[in-house]
Nanobody, 112 residues
Framework: QVQLAESGGGLVQPGGSLRLSCASSGSIVSLSVMAWYRQAPGKEREFVARFDWRGGYIYYGESVKGRFTISMDNAKNMVYLQMNSLKPEDTAVYYC?????WGQGTQVTVSS
């Protein structure tokens, strides 16, 4: 079974950028969908971005469109989430997921 591990979170000022990484223990090419979700304190888990290998489609949540970019490095079995123009409301734990498997999450805090 594939295992996922996120990294790259931290504290950043509003307007700043972060790149999150998700390391897969197995080939990501064999996985149909790779996605990022986030969960802020007291809120439900929210969809952020998804890459569907079956058609090469990419989807983003409305709140991050135009600011976040999901990408993959097949050779390294890595999935990335580039986050630009960060806002305080982006503060959350960010999770990488595929096929019902979730990583442990990485904390992103946007604050001045």
């Amino acid at each position: 079974q594939v295992q996922l591990a996120e990294s790259g979170g931290g504290l950043v000022q509003p307007g700043g950028s972060l790149r999150l990484s998700c390391a897969s223990s197995g080939s990501i090419v064999s996985l149909s969908v790779m996605a990022w979700y986030r969960q802020a304190p007291g809120k439900e888990r929210e969809f952020v971005a998804r890459f569907d290998w079956r058609g090469g489609y990419i989807y983003y949540g409305e709140s991050v469109k135009g600011r976040f970019t999901i990408s993959m490095d097949n050779a390294k079995n890595m999935v990335y989430l580039q986050m630009n123009s960060l806002k305080p409301e982006d503060t959350a734990v960010y999770y990488c997921t595929t096929g019902g498997i979730w990583g442990q999450g990485t904390q992103v805090t946007v604050s001045s």
